[in-house]
């Protein structure tokens, strides 16, 4: 129960119209766009500063198993964010009802 000093404080929160959600399509889209930076990293950027530290060995032209390690990565990134996501969604859901009974005992 928040006290006259939070709504003082905060008065914000207490504004129904004031708490916005983000929305889904925005969500889904910065989360495609960080696994395409971490796919890219992963797959060009790590190997690239390997090879030039003579760690790794550089890989022919011909057989370069990078661009598959960029699809593979992207696809596992975005297929555990979208999980998440619909987890999130899924639980939200589950805390409102709960809120919502309470609310009326």
């Known amino acids: 129960m928040r006290t006259l ?4 404080l905060y008065p914000n929160e ?3 119209a004031a708490n916005t959600r983000p929305r889904t399509l925005s ?3 910065v989360l495609m766009v960080t696994a395409v930076v971490l796919s890219y ?3 060009y ?3 690239t500063a390997l090879v030039n530290s003579n760690i790794m060995e550089p890989w022919p ?3 370069d198993p990078r661009p598959r390690w ?3 990565t992207f696809v596992g990134l975005l297929s555990s964010f979208l999980l998440m996501l619909g987890l ?3 639980l939200g859901a589950l805390q409102g009802r709960t809120s919502a009974v309470d609310d009326q005992d």
Not at 5 to 8: G, H
């Open 41 to 43: 990293l992963g797959a």
């Open 5 to 8: 000093i939070d709504r003082e």
């Open 88 to 90: 999130f969604q899924v």
């Open 70 to 72: 960029v699809v593979m």
């Open 45 to 47: 950027a790590v190997p």
């Open 14 to 16: 207490m504004d129904p």
């Open 27 to 29: 969500v889904v889209t």
């Open 61 to 63: 032209n011909y057989d």
